[in-house]
């Protein structure tokens, strides 16, 4: 009962925090904030599976089909709805991750990673083949609508990034939750040790699985937003450099916390977007020599900040 | 220690955050200073070809435009007395990327205007953030004809012809220099780039020479680097002319390979946007081999001459110890094009700093001089350029001890490019419609 006050409360916290930070962000930076939430999403769904002891370098896969989700109706329907879309992508996903799914469940470590990779660079050279929808230059996509409201310019960031916001805090709420339920905790002890889990009764490939497509719908929610925010998709959304950033993200925040991921895509979008500006010729030297840091000094990611914090104050 | 470490990281992260959201605040750029946002490849495969020489070539002229060392009519200091600011970024990353750059160029770093753009997925993604921001957009460089073939901006424009002319150039030199093609193969990238100068050649090739055979078309993918299979299986088929749109080191590789082959002695080779690698080849690119440079640029433009293309090639070779290849005549024409629309909207507006709507009405069907010929905006409703084009033959100058282009044919703008309101590739298969060539 006290951790299910505690998730509301934090729940609360987070959203007035961020609808509130959102109020004061400069245009740039809410823009930054949208992107860099709906990407933790994705970041999210490795970080589900990395607490089984899973790293998916395939989510792209799925990020890819929630934005193409958007790019395809908004062109040849005319559907701009975010709601619909969001609704459309995530049963997209749902079926992709589902058949997918069962057959992945079955793989560990580097088998499962090459596996997940390969899948989304099969849909990566598949969208880069088909002129009709762009080839490797994509399409643009419409701006979004809000169940008939249509705003422009700053309202409209400021309605995406607070449908972002409530997206997010929902989802990561729903998370916490689960992972603090019996099949969160059996992920973990999968992670420290698979052949007592199932010596206890409980079945991993199940639990993998589920795991999986879980994390498919939280990628496919993520390149939803940010398609629309983006305004245009392409095959690049699926290649194995944007899984990479997403796994990137993962380590950075640990699988201890759920805000630590949000935090962690944050920062990642924020140095790279300084780096760039500061040092466009070795831009990804100082991402790489930011994440050499954080793995060094903090070898389970941000997350364990948190962490160390909560267990202090109990 | 350990956990002090990790304190440190903690305030170190929070830090970081408010840090980079509060530098926002920054002031707007002054009425003095023209800050314009140069947007090309730093890194990665088109970074060596294009978006390097392009920021050094850009660089140079910015530095000359301030300190006024350009005859007339572009003797004013930098743009219209204001004086030039440039902020370099990475074109590396992706379209998703560059979306977010050209935001924060805008709106964090509030720049004047930005000028970039190679790869032709940022010329079609950043264009509707240009519109929804009010922001005064130059891509110069990129070729896709579909940026304003499937969309129509207010503040977008292209300084650049697109890359139909390239292939249309090519088959036209074929026939006008009497070149016997009896059947012709293809070895282009498998990417949008790739298959549309495909598409395009073989568009353009069955129009001007219907006998001409396409035989094989191949698509090695982007950044292959070995191309063994390829050449054996063009040497198998022996077509009279070998046709590619290969760049960078893709090209580099390819050259190299398939000269040791001597695929060159048996049949011709048309390279569409070939000029850029000779820098790199050197001798090892062969004679006879059938260059475009996608414009009169680079050793075609030098082959031409004139006071602009001296200035480039003369200044450029002294401050990089090569020749200006494509990308910096590209750069330059887009940044002359720049400084014409600003210093026509500051006669229009009694010489105050230009906004974004006034820069956008004065580029609209402009036309100035560039080292690479007259540049006018005639397509796309005034926003797509057209410029003239020109097809010339390797040779190797002995005595000079460098690469030199003969045979070179020169295309007006308007025989090559397709009139206003037609789609580049219909206006081929009709047999272009409206062309007016000499």
Same mark, same amino acid.
């Given at each position: 009962?006290?951790?299910?006050?505690?998730?509301?409360?934090? @729940?609360?916290?987070?959203?007035?925090?961020?609808?509130?930070?959102?109020?004061?962000?400069?245009?740039?930076?809410?823009?930054?904030?949208?992107? $860099?939430? $709906?990407? +933790?999403?994705?970041?999210? *769904?490795?970080?589900?599976? &990395? =607490?089984?002891?899973?790293?998916?370098?395939?989510?792209?896969?799925?990020?890819?089909?929630?934005?193409?989700?958007?790019?395809? &109706?908004? /062109?040849?329907?005319? #559907? @701009?709805?975010?709601?619909?879309?969001?609704?459309?992508?995530?049963?997209?996903?749902?079926?992709?991750?589902?058949?997918?799914?069962?057959?992945?469940?079955?793989?560990? *470590?580097?088998?499962?990673?090459?596996?997940?990779?390969?899948?989304?660079?099969?849909?990566?050279?598949?969208?880069?083949?088909?002129?009709?929808?762009?080839?490797?230059?994509?399409? /643009?996509?419409?701006?979004?609508?809000? $169940?008939?409201? $249509?705003?422009?310019?700053?309202?409209?960031?400021?309605?995406?990034?607070?449908? @972002?916001?409530?997206?997010?805090?929902?989802? +990561?709420?729903?998370?916490? @939750? +689960?992972?603090?339920?019996?099949?969160?905790? #059996?992920?973990?002890?999968?992670?420290?040790?698979?052949?007592?889990?199932?010596?206890?009764?409980?079945? #991993?490939? =199940?639990?993998?699985?589920?795991?999986?497509?879980?994390?498919?719908?939280? *990628?496919?929610? +993520?390149?939803?937003?940010?398609?629309?925010?983006?305004?245009?998709?392409?095959?690049?959304?699926?290649?194995?450099?944007?899984?990479?950033?997403?796994?990137?993200?993962?380590?950075?925040?640990?699988?201890?916390?759920?805000?630590?991921?949000?935090?962690?895509?944050?920062?990642?979008?924020?140095?790279?977007?300084?780096? /760039?500006?500061?040092?466009?010729?070795?831009?990804?030297?100082?991402?790489?020599?930011?994440?050499?840091?954080?793995?060094?000094?903090?070898? /389970?990611?941000?997350?364990?900040?948190?962490? =160390? =914090?909560?267990?202090?104050?109990? | 220690?350990?956990?002090?470490?990790?304190?440190?990281?903690?305030?170190?992260?929070?830090?970081?955050?408010?840090?980079?959201?509060?530098?926002?605040?920054?002031?707007?750029?002054?009425?003095?200073?023209?800050?314009?946002?140069?947007?090309?490849? !730093?890194?990665?495969?088109?970074?060596?070809?294009?978006?390097?020489?392009?920021?050094?070539?850009?660089?140079? !002229?910015?530095?000359?435009?301030?300190?006024?060392?350009?005859?007339?009519?572009?003797?004013?200091?930098?743009?219209?007395?204001?004086?030039?600011?440039?902020?370099?970024?990475?074109?590396?990353?992706?379209?998703?990327?560059?979306?977010?750059?050209?935001?924060?160029?805008?709106?964090?770093?509030?720049?004047?205007?930005?000028?970039?753009?190679?790869?032709?997925?940022?010329?079609?993604?950043?264009?509707?953030?240009?519109?929804?921001?009010?922001?005064?957009?130059?891509?110069?460089?990129?070729?896709?004809?579909?940026?304003?073939?499937?969309?129509?901006?207010?503040?977008?424009?292209?300084?650049?012809?697109?890359?139909?002319?390239?292939?249309?150039?090519?088959?036209?030199?074929?026939?006008?220099?009497?070149?016997?093609?009896?059947?012709?193969?293809?070895?282009?990238?498998?990417?949008?780039?790739?298959?549309?100068?495909?598409?395009?050649?073989?568009?353009?090739?069955?129009?001007?020479?219907?006998?001409?055979?396409?035989?094989?078309?191949?698509?090695?993918?982007?950044?292959?680097?070995?191309?063994?299979?390829?050449?054996?299986?063009?040497?198998?088929?022996?077509?009279? !002319?070998?046709?590619?749109?290969?760049?960078?080191?893709?090209?580099?590789?390819?050259?190299?390979?398939?000269?040791?082959?001597?695929?060159?002695?048996?049949?011709?080779?048309?390279?569409?946007?070939?000029?850029?690698?000779?820098?790199?080849?050197?001798?090892?690119?062969?004679?006879?081999?059938?260059?475009?440079?996608?414009?009169?640029?680079?050793?075609?433009?030098?082959?031409?001459?004139?006071?602009?293309?001296?200035?480039?090639?003369?200044?450029?070779?002294? %401050?990089?110890?090569?020749?200006?290849?494509? %990308?910096?005549?590209?750069?330059?024409?887009?940044?002359?094009?720049?400084?014409?629309?600003?210093?026509?909207?500051?006669?229009?507006?009694?010489?105050?700093?230009?906004?974004?709507?006034?820069? %956008?009405?004065?580029?609209?069907?402009?036309?100035?001089?560039?080292?690479?010929?007259?540049?006018?905006?005639? !397509?796309?409703?005034?926003?797509?350029?057209?410029?003239?084009?020109?097809?010339?033959?390797?040779?190797?100058?002995?005595?000079?001890?460098?690469?030199?282009?003969?045979?070179?044919?020169?295309?007006?703008?308007?025989?090559?490019?397709?009139?206003?309101?037609?789609?580049?590739?219909?206006?081929?298969?009709?047999?272009?419609?409206?062309?007016?060539?000499?």
């Amino acid at each position: 009962m006290k951790a299910l006050s505690d998730i509301r409360i934090t @729940t609360a916290l987070a959203l007035v925090v961020l609808v509130g930070g959102g109020q004061l962000l400069p245009d740039w930076a809410l823009f930054l904030m949208t992107i $860099a939430l $709906a990407k +933790g999403l994705v970041s999210l *769904g490795i970080v589900m599976q &990395m =607490r089984a002891g899973l790293v998916s370098f395939g989510q792209g896969l799925f990020f890819c089909i929630g934005a193409y989700v958007s790019g395809l &109706m908004a /062109n040849f329907t005319g #559907v @701009t709805d975010i709601f619909l879309l969001t609704a459309l992508a995530v049963l997209a996903c749902l079926a992709v991750g589902g058949a997918f799914g069962p057959l992945l469940a079955n793989y560990r *470590g580097i088998f499962f990673a090459m596996l997940s990779l390969s899948l989304s660079m099969i849909l990566y050279g598949v969208l880069s083949k088909m002129n009709s929808l762009g080839g490797t230059d994509g399409l /643009n996509v419409a701006a979004p609508t809000f $169940a008939g409201y $249509a705003p422009e310019g700053r309202d409209l960031s400021m309605t995406l990034y607070l449908y @972002t916001v409530v997206i997010v805090v929902f989802i +990561g709420a729903m998370l916490r @939750t +689960g992972f603090d339920s019996q099949h969160g905790l #059996v992920s973990l002890a999968i992670r420290s040790n698979e052949l007592r889990v199932e010596y206890l009764g409980a079945s #991993v490939r =199940r639990t993998n699985a589920i795991n999986y497509v879980i994390s498919a719908v939280l *990628g496919g929610i +993520g390149g939803v937003i940010t398609g629309l925010a983006i305004g245009h998709v392409d095959p690049e959304y699926a290649y194995w450099t944007t899984s990479g950033e997403f796994v990137f993200v993962a380590i950075l925040a640990g699988y201890l916390s759920i805000p630590a991921v949000f935090v962690a895509s944050i920062i990642l979008e924020l140095v790279r977007s300084f780096s /760039n500006l500061y040092f466009p010729n070795t831009w990804q030297m100082v991402l790489g020599v930011f994440l050499l840091v954080i793995i060094l000094a903090l070898p /389970n990611g941000l997350g364990s900040l948190f962490q =160390r =914090r909560r267990e202090g104050g109990s | 220690m350990k956990l002090s470490v990790k304190r440190l990281m903690g305030a170190t992260a929070a830090a970081a955050l408010s840090l980079g959201i509060g530098a926002g605040a920054q002031a707007a750029s002054h009425s003095d200073t023209f800050k314009i946002g140069l947007v090309t490849f !730093l890194s990665g495969g088109a970074a060596e070809s294009f978006g390097v020489p392009a920021l050094n070539g850009g660089k140079l !002229l910015i530095d000359m435009l301030n300190k006024g060392e350009l005859p007339a009519p572009y003797d004013q200091k930098g743009f219209g007395g204001m004086t030039i600011e440039a902020v370099e970024i990475d074109e590396a990353g992706g379209a998703t990327k560059q979306v977010q750059e050209f935001r924060n160029l805008v709106q964090r770093e509030k720049v004047d205007a930005v000028l970039g753009y190679v790869s032709s997925g940022d010329c079609l993604a950043v264009p509707p953030v240009a519109e929804e921001l009010k922001a005064f957009l130059v891509l110069y460089d990129c070729g896709t004809p579909r940026v304003f073939e499937e969309g129509s901006y207010n503040y977008v424009f292209r300084t650049a012809a697109h890359a139909t002319m390239d292939n249309v150039s090519l088959a036209k030199y074929m026939t006008s220099r009497g070149i016997k093609v009896d059947s012709y193969a293809g070895v282009n990238q498998d990417y949008a780039w790739g298959q549309d100068s495909w598409a395009d050649s073989v568009a353009s090739m069955g129009v001007l020479m219907p006998d001409a055979k396409a035989s094989t078309a191949l698509f090695p993918k982007i950044f292959a680097g070995q191309y063994g299979t390829e050449i054996s299986a063009v040497m198998r088929e022996k077509p009279d !002319l070998l046709h590619s749109s290969l760049w960078g080191g893709d090209l580099q590789a390819f050259m190299l390979q398939a000269s040791a082959r001597g695929i060159h002695k048996r049949m011709r080779i048309a390279l569409a946007a070939g000029d850029h690698v000779i820098p790199q080849l050197g001798k090892k690119m062969p004679d006879g081999i059938i260059l475009g440079a996608r414009g009169m640029n680079g050793l075609a433009a030098r082959a031409k001459g004139g006071e602009l293309v001296d200035l480039l090639w003369d200044r450029y070779k002294a %401050a990089y110890g090569v020749f200006p290849v494509q %990308a910096p005549f590209r750069m330059w024409q887009g940044l002359l094009g720049v400084k014409s629309a600003v210093e026509k909207a500051m006669k229009a507006n009694g010489g105050m700093k230009p906004t974004a709507e006034q820069m %956008a009405a004065a580029m609209k069907g402009l036309s100035w001089e560039a080292p690479s010929g007259t540049i006018t905006m005639a !397509l796309g409703n005034g926003h797509q350029a057209i410029q003239p084009n020109a097809i010339g033959t390797t040779k190797w100058d002995e005595a000079a001890g460098e690469m030199t282009l003969v045979d070179v044919e020169y295309y007006d703008a308007e025989c090559v490019n397709p009139p206003d309101g037609v789609k580049a590739v219909e206006w081929i298969k009709a047999g272009f419609p409206g062309a007016k060539c000499d």
